[in-house]
């Protein structure tokens, strides 16, 4: 009674001083309040698992810029016609009416890590006892790059993926693709690779005598090396020609050239995806303080900020032992949520939390490769180590392995949207 | 040594419920629930799809005797091969049990 007296308290408060959004018509869950930042892969999961686990009786407030997410999970297959965009659509009315999560379609300014509340663009703002950031990456611009749709990235998907879809087919038979890699952490470690991998194959069918270069910032494949060595090397040897440690210094979009420690490399198309860091909300609230100031540090049996406890961050913004990649980001959702059930009710975190990832490359237009590990709570390091007998790929490709990445991307959206 | 922690943490987690009053309105976990949904994502929320094969309601001992199965590496070096190594023995028993529990 008392606490809910002393929120009221706050609450008109607030209300009076003309900076509460309100988040309902109730005064505050007794349950306790979260606000969600960000609505992709980590977030949906966690807004969803949060009702879902806590009974209803956690307040979920799912902060989201965009009516709806399109997935960067199947969307090279936009590149070579396989899938629309609407097929990678995803949009946030499940949460709302089957698990009771608030939606705010907004955009967050800034974050009060004391007070627990967020600006929004709107004028308003929210207060909550915990926050769980989940703003996925942005991208560094380039030196010499002015636009971006020049040389689209097309690694978040959207209006960037239709560009690079239109400029590859409105290339001339016979033309020069590049494709760049940065160095890690970026998000997919084997998207590049499978998107080279996928256009490749495209480009014998619908573009012959084409080439396509890959500038690999890495010093070599940097997963499933096995697999993509075979096609790089054998199956697509004759489209892809691929260079190790090469990085981009800079940018000439009038000319299509990219400069590089190589020398100067000229493309018809140029997919440049560039280096990337944590979504600039981390940055702005201080919390990008790992990988030379580029990711959020976190405590991984609860997601906290290791700079702001108060704040969770999840999914491709944090700096983890494990991928940036939509089906890890989903498990640590569910950790970051579990944990903060457990938390409302006065409990410590699972003090061994698992987490896995299965992922799926297209090696052709038909056939799939896979990639899988399981990571285990190592308490003396404090992180999550991958298990070595289950850090595998497949032997190969197969047209089966294509069917199964279709069924895994199902219910992976499922579990995540719906 | 596993099974004296998960004794010692529930209690811990009990006598925090009856001692913080307003916030015991969240419930603690069920054990096994947090691993279990390391499946979620290919076989549905809950192991009750959408995705591969149905877990939920499933009788403890099938699942767990399929996941040892697989991790022996006698059915072959499948993705579900390389998972199930991932995980220890109890791990592999709390999270069948938790599906069985599922309707």
């Given at each position: 009674?008392?606490?809910?007296?002393?929120?009221?308290?706050?609450l008109?408060?607030?209300?009076?001083?003309?900076?509460?959004?309100?988040?309902?018509?109730?005064?505050?869950?007794?349950?306790?309040?979260?606000?969600?930042?960000g609505?992709?892969?980590?977030?949906?999961?966690?807004?969803?698992?949060?009702?879902?686990?806590?009974?209803?009786?956690?307040?979920?407030?799912?902060?989201e810029?965009?009516?709806?997410?399109?997935?960067?999970?199947?969307?090279s297959?936009?590149?070579?016609?396989?899938?629309?965009?609407s097929?990678?659509?995803?949009?946030?009315?499940?949460?709302?009416?089957?698990?009771?999560?608030?939606?705010v379609?907004?955009?967050?300014?800034?974050?009060?890590?004391?007070?627990?509340?967020?600006?929004?663009?709107?004028?308003?703002?929210?207060?909550?006892?915990?926050?769980?950031?989940?703003?996925?990456?942005?991208?560094?611009?380039?030196?010499?790059?002015?636009?971006?749709?020049?040389?689209p990235?097309?690694?978040s998907a959207?209006?960037?993926?239709?560009?690079?879809?239109?400029?590859?087919?409105?290339?001339?038979?016979?033309?020069?693709?590049?494709?760049?890699?940065?160095?890690?952490?970026?998000?997919?470690p084997p998207?590049?690779?499978?998107?080279?991998?996928?256009?490749?194959?495209?480009?014998?069918?619908?573009?012959?005598g084409?080439?396509?270069?890959?500038?690999?910032a890495?010093?070599d494949?940097?997963v499933?090396?096995?697999?993509?060595s075979?096609?790089?090397?054998?199956?697509?040897?004759?489209?892809?020609?691929?260079?190790?440690?090469?990085?981009?210094?800079?940018?000439?979009?009038?000319?299509?050239?990219?400069?590089?420690n190589?020398?100067?490399?000229?493309?018809?198309?140029?997919?440049?995806?560039?280096?990337q860091?944590?979504g600039?909300l981390?940055?702005?609230?201080?919390?990008?303080?790992?990988?030379?100031?580029?990711?959020?540090?976190v405590?991984?049996?609860?997601?906290?900020?290791?700079?702001?406890?108060?704040?969770?961050?999840?999914?491709d913004?944090?700096?983890?032992?494990?991928?940036?990649?939509?089906?890890?980001?989903?498990?640590?959702?569910?950790?970051?949520?579990?944990?903060?059930?457990?938390?409302?009710?006065?409990?410590?975190?699972?003090?061994?939390?698992?987490?896995?990832?299965?992922?799926?490359?297209?090696i052709?237009?038909?056939?799939?490769?896979?990639?899988?590990?399981v990571?285990?709570?190592?308490?003396?390091s404090?992180?999550?180590k991958?298990?070595?007998?289950?850090?595998?790929?497949s032997?190969?490709?197969?047209?089966?392995?294509?069917?199964?990445?279709?069924?895994?991307?199902?219910?992976?959206?499922?579990?995540?949207?719906? | 040594?596993?099974?004296m922690?998960?004794?010692?943490?529930?209690?811990?987690?009990?006598?925090?419920?009856?001692?913080?009053?307003?916030?015991?309105?969240?419930?603690?976990?069920?054990?096994?629930?947090?691993?279990?949904?390391n499946?979620?994502?290919?076989?549905?929320?809950?192991?009750?799809?959408?995705?591969?094969?149905?877990?939920?309601g499933?009788?403890?001992?099938?699942?767990?005797?399929?996941?040892?199965?697989?991790?022996?590496?006698?059915?072959?070096?499948?993705?579900?091969?390389?998972?199930?190594?991932?995980?220890?023995?109890?791990?592999?028993?709390?999270m069948s049990?938790?599906?069985?529990?599922?309707?």
């Amino acid at each position: 009674m008392k606490r809910r007296e002393i929120l009221q308290a706050g609450l008109a408060a607030a209300a009076a001083a003309g900076a509460l959004h309100p988040l309902s018509g109730r005064a505050a869950s007794a349950g306790g309040r979260v606000i969600v930042v960000g609505g992709g892969m980590a977030g949906a999961t966690v807004a969803k698992y949060l009702r879902m686990w806590s009974n209803n009786t956690l307040e979920v407030t799912l902060v989201e810029r965009n009516p709806a997410y399109l997935s960067n999970i199947m969307s090279s297959l936009v590149l070579t016609g396989q899938r629309s965009m609407s097929s990678l659509r995803f949009g946030y009315e499940t949460l709302q009416s089957r698990y009771g999560v608030k939606l705010v379609f907004d955009e967050v300014l800034a974050v009060d890590t004391a007070a627990g509340s967020v600006r929004l663009a709107s004028g308003s703002s929210l207060t909550a006892d915990k926050i769980v950031l989940a703003p996925g990456i942005r991208f560094d611009a380039l030196p010499g790059q002015k636009d971006p749709s020049l040389m689209p990235h097309a690694w978040s998907a959207g209006a960037q993926t239709e560009l690079l879809a239109k400029q590859l087919g409105a290339m001339k038979a016979g033309g020069t693709v590049v494709l760049t890699i940065p160095k890690t952490p970026y998000r997919c470690p084997p998207g590049p690779y499978e998107r080279a991998c996928l256009l490749a194959d495209w480009l014998k069918a619908k573009k012959p005598g084409s080439k396509l270069l890959v500038l690999d910032a890495n010093p070599d494949i940097v997963v499933e090396q096995d697999n993509f060595s075979k096609a790089f090397f054998g199956l697509h040897a004759n489209v892809i020609e691929y260079h190790r440690g090469v990085e981009i210094s800079s940018v000439d979009e009038s000319q299509m050239m990219l400069y590089t420690n190589g020398g100067a490399v000229h493309g018809d198309v140029i997919n440049l995806i560039p280096p990337q860091r944590a979504g600039k909300l981390i940055e702005q609230t201080g919390l990008a303080t790992a990988t030379n100031g580029r990711f959020a540090p976190v405590d991984v049996l609860s997601y906290a900020s290791l700079d702001a406890p108060r704040i969770h961050v999840i999914g491709d913004s944090s700096a983890t032992t494990q991928p940036k990649a939509g089906h890890i980001a989903n498990q640590e959702a569910k950790i970051c949520a579990d944990a903060l059930v457990r938390h409302f009710a006065g409990a410590a975190p699972d003090a061994a939390p698992v987490t896995n990832s299965a992922c799926f490359s297209t090696i052709t237009r038909s056939q799939a490769s896979w990639l899988s590990v399981v990571f285990q709570y190592d308490a003396l390091s404090r992180t999550m180590k991958s298990v070595a007998a289950s850090s595998a790929a497949s032997t190969g490709w197969t047209k089966d392995n294509f069917e199964d990445m279709n069924e895994w991307f199902r219910a992976l959206m499922a579990d995540s949207f719906a | 040594m596993r099974c004296m922690q998960s004794v010692k943490t529930g209690a811990l987690v009990l006598a925090l419920i009856s001692s913080s009053g307003a916030w015991a309105q969240t419930t603690v976990p069920p054990p096994g629930r947090l691993l279990a949904s390391n499946c979620f994502q290919c076989h549905g929320t809950n192991g009750k799809g959408p995705g591969f094969e149905r877990l939920a309601g499933e009788s403890s001992d099938e699942i767990y005797k399929e996941l040892k199965e697989m991790q022996s590496g006698k059915e072959g070096q499948g993705l579900m091969t390389k998972h199930a190594m991932g995980y220890t023995d109890a791990q592999l028993r709390a999270m069948s049990k938790w599906f069985s529990t599922q309707r």
